[in-house]
């Protein structure tokens, strides 16, 4: 399987702010990487797939890139309600695998 | 609006058998190939079992493989998963997903919380 690593694992940032968190997969999985949003309490909701692409309804601060191994999740000018765990997932080769999440609070 | 809507989830002895089922609505369920995503208590997601649109193909993660059977009742438009011989490592929410192509999970239910304890 394989396996994917998210950093860091958690996150503390001010409104306004611009947040990155990194994603490493095992081996190439040729943009095959989605990114999730998992508010408290609330079940997962995708945000990009296909490395950068929005999904619908998205807000555009959030963007996503990379390529190879390396893949990152961008949020620009943090708001209050983005505080949430966001897990990366590579569907590029069978089984799906999560990355162990990234939890993000408010400083 | 895609809505998916878990339930028959609780608390369940070890070794006993629980099912969960999912009704969609908002979406031509028929079209869809289906998932269920588990996670554990404070702890990440998991991939558990796949459906492809029509029940044709079944896929399972490698530790609920002969214990698990994920099925659709497209008529009804409604999901399951029958999970027997259950283990307290399979305590968990599970979330009903709906699977936009190579497992990619596009929309999901609310979750149920299956406990597995004596």
């Known amino acids: 399987d394989i396996q994917m690593t998210q950093s860091p694992a958690s996150l503390s940032a001010s409104l306004g702010e611009t947040v990155t968190i990194e994603c490493r997969a095992s081996?190439?999985?040729?943009?095959?990487l989605a990114w999730y949003q998992q508010k408290p309490g609330k079940s997962p909701q995708l945000l990009i797939y296909?490395?950068?692409s929005l999904h619908t309804g998205v807000p555009s601060r959030f963007s996503g890139s990379g390529s190879g191994t390396q893949y990152s999740l961008k949020i620009n000018s943090l708001q209050s309600e983005d505080v949430a765990s966001y897990f990366c997932?590579?569907?590029?080769?069978?089984?799906?695998?999560f990355g162990g999440g990234t939890k993000l609070e408010l400083k | 609006e895609v809505q998916l809507v878990e339930s028959g989830g609780g608390l369940v002895q070890p070794g006993r058998s629980m099912k969960l089922s999912c009704a969609a609505s908002?979406?031509?369920?028929?079209?869809?190939?289906m998932a269920w995503v588990r996670q554990a208590p404070k702890k990440g997601l998991e991939w558990v079992a796949y459906?492809?649109?029509?029940?044709?193909?079944?896929y399972y993660r490698d530790p609920v493989k002969g214990r698990f059977t994920i099925s659709r009742d497209n008529a009804k438009s409604t999901l399951y998963l029958q999970m027997d011989s259950l283990r307290s490592e399979d305590t968990a929410t599970y979330y009903c997903?709906?699977?936009?192509?190579?497992?990619?999970?596009?929309?999901w239910g609310q979750g149920t919380l299956v406990t597995v304890s004596s």
């Open positions: 081996e190439d999985i040729y943009n095959g």
């Open positions: 296909n490395a950068n």
């Open positions: 908002g979406f031509t369920f028929s079209n869809y190939g």
């Open positions: 459906i492809s649109y029509d029940g044709g193909s079944t």
């Open positions: 997903t709906t699977d936009s192509g190579y497992l990619l999970f596009a929309y």
């Open positions: 997932q590579q569907y590029y080769n069978y089984p799906p695998t």
